[in-house]
């Protein structure tokens, strides 16, 4: 079984839905919790970062994480077709700032105009 | 350059033949990560410098692999007698090495062994 779980999709939603994504993990040492985009043919971008449980917004993009339950979520609302990529959830544990990252498999997203 | 660099970008290799992969990380970034990513799945992590020092290699799948940093810059990922199953994606990422939320990913580079 592997540490971090992820359903890899695809899903496909109308533009201006509310699109909810997640991840479960094993390891109880996992304290950084990260949402990546990738594109096509292109490198992960980060977009959510946070260490504690309950929720972070940045705009249209919500984090949630209940270490309790080992489980974290990405919301999207208001989702435009440019948020048509693979969104990799990855975990870490903490050393001193030069933590790798267990990610998930990915779940491709695909928003219809 | 402004972001990470890998070269080549897509690379065919003979089963049997070395690959040679090139990373150069954004400029001022001490940490250095080498990732694999197989079609369909999330990357896996390989290895790990701080500057020329390899602090963590725990993930290179076999004595195939080997990454060198040889002046805390530039660092190449070698891959000898590649096999099929070495097919993937291979990102470097760089650091400053003060936080996840600097932690930038390059575009990659395709090795398809035939």
């Known amino acids: 079984q592997k540490e971090v779980e992820q359903d890899p999709g695809p899903l496909s939603v109308p533009e201006g839905a509310i699109v909810s994504l997640n991840c479960t993990y094993s390891?109880?040492?996992?304290?950084?919790f990260m949402w990546y985009r990738q594109y096509s043919r292109k490198g992960p971008e980060l977009l959510m970062y946070?260490?504690?449980?309950g929720n972070k917004e940045d705009g249209r993009f919500t984090a949630q994480v209940d270490k309790s339950s080992k489980y974290i979520s990405l919301f999207i609302r208001d989702s435009q077709p440019s948020d048509s990529a693979t969104y990799l959830c990855?975990?870490?544990?903490?050393?001193?700032?030069?933590?790798?990252?267990?990610f998930g498999t990915g779940t491709r997203l695909t928003i219809i105009p | 350059g402004a972001g990470v660099s890998q070269s080549p970008r897509y690379k065919v290799a003979k089963r049997g033949q070395d690959v040679a992969l090139r990373c150069d990380p954004i400029?001022?970034?001490?940490?250095l990560f080498w990732y694999q990513q197989a079609l369909g799945q999330g990357p896996e992590f390989l290895t790990y410098?701080?500057?020329?020092?390899?602090?963590?290699k725990s993930g290179l799948p076999s004595d195939r692999f080997f990454a060198e940093r040889p002046e805390g810059s530039v660092s190449t990922l070698k891959i000898q007698r590649t096999q099929k199953e070495d097919s993937a994606v291979y990102l470097c990422?760089?650091?400053?090495?003060?936080?996840?939320?600097?932690?930038?990913f390059g575009e990659g580079s395709w090795l398809t062994v035939v």
């Open positions: 990855a975990m870490s544990v903490p050393n001193f700032g030069n933590e790798k990252l267990t």
């Open positions: 390891n109880s040492a996992f304290q950084y």
């Open positions: 410098f701080q500057n020329e020092a390899q602090l963590d």
């Open positions: 946070t260490y504690s449980s």
């Open positions: 400029s001022g970034h001490v940490s």
């Open positions: 990422a760089s650091s400053l090495g003060t936080g996840l939320n600097t932690i930038y």
